[in-house]
T-cell receptor, first 117, second 113 residues
Framework: AQKVTQAQTEISVVEKEDVTLDCVYE???????LFWYKQPPSGELVFLIR??????QNEISGRYSWNFQKSTSSFNFTITASQVVDSAVYFC??????????????FGQGTTLQVKP | ETGVTQSPTHLIKTRGQQVTLRCSSQ?????VSWYQQALGQGPQFIFQ???????GRGNFPPRFSGLQFPNYSSELNVNALELDDSALYLC????????????FGPGTRLTVL
């Protein structure tokens, strides 16, 4: 069975601190996709990144970076120099490969990030 | 703005009633998925439609059903509403065979009394 675990329920930091959100996944598939989404109070899920299972290169986008380690089944997300606008719920998600599987996202429970001024 | 719209924004129903939620996909997207997000939880996959046919289903009973239309808009229907159906319902569209990036709408908040 596929499963995504985000062990951190809530994290609170002060602005400009770095913060890492953890994500651990389980799957028997050899090929799969991993995602991060942001959900602000408005409710809409905002796509942040997609990573496929055969690309373990870390990725950086501005203040955001992602560390994918297949050996530990982890896909962690780091925000550098956090800002108040980063306050939201962040979800890690997993999907299978192939047309009928890629639309089915398995989400973690989410991590609520609060950035205080 | 993802280009995915949902209606209505909020809805209140009573137990046993039926409800229809609507989603308009992003232009050019031929696949839509529906998710249920209970308060404080991650979204759970309900089902997916591709070219007007159901193409994958999560662990939801048959009283959850859907439709996708030729213009790729879609509906989620829930019969015999139960209190536990109270949730945020999200639809997401994507282009099958594309980059597999799902774009979510703002959701419909359903409250069952």
């Amino acid at each position: 069975a596929q499963k995504v675990t985000q062990a951190q329920t809530e994290i609170s930091v002060v602005e400009k601190e770095d913060v890492t959100l953890d994500c651990v996944y389980e799957t028997r598939d050899t090929t799969y996709y991993l995602f991060w989404y942001k959900q602000p109070p408005s409710g809409e899920l905002v796509f942040l990144i997609r990573r496929n299972s055969f690309d373990e290169q870390n990725e950086i986008s501005g203040r955001y970076s992602w560390n994918f380690q297949k050996s530990t089944s982890s896909f962690n997300f780091t925000i550098t120099a956090s800002q108040v606008v980063d306050s939201a719920v962040y979800f890690c998600a997993l999907s299978g490969w192939g047309s009928s599987n890629t639309g089915k996202l398995i989400f973690g429970q989410g991590t609520t990030l609060q950035v205080k001024p | 703005e993802t280009g995915v719209t949902q209606s209505p924004t909020h809805l209140i129903k009573t137990r046993g009633q039926q409800v229809t939620l609507r989603c308009s996909s992003q232009s050019g997207h031929n696949t839509v998925s529906w998710y249920q997000q209970a308060l404080g939880q991650g979204p759970q996959f309900i089902f997916q439609y591709y070219r007007e046919e159901e193409n994958g289903r999560g662990n939801f009973p048959p009283r959850f059903s859907g439709l996708q239309f030729p213009n790729y808009s879609s509906e989620l229907n829930v019969n015999a509403l139960e209190l536990d159906d109270s949730a945020l319902y999200l639809c997401a569209s994507r282009l099958a065979g594309g980059r597999n990036e799902q774009f979510f709408g703002p959701g419909t908040r359903l409250t069952v009394l």
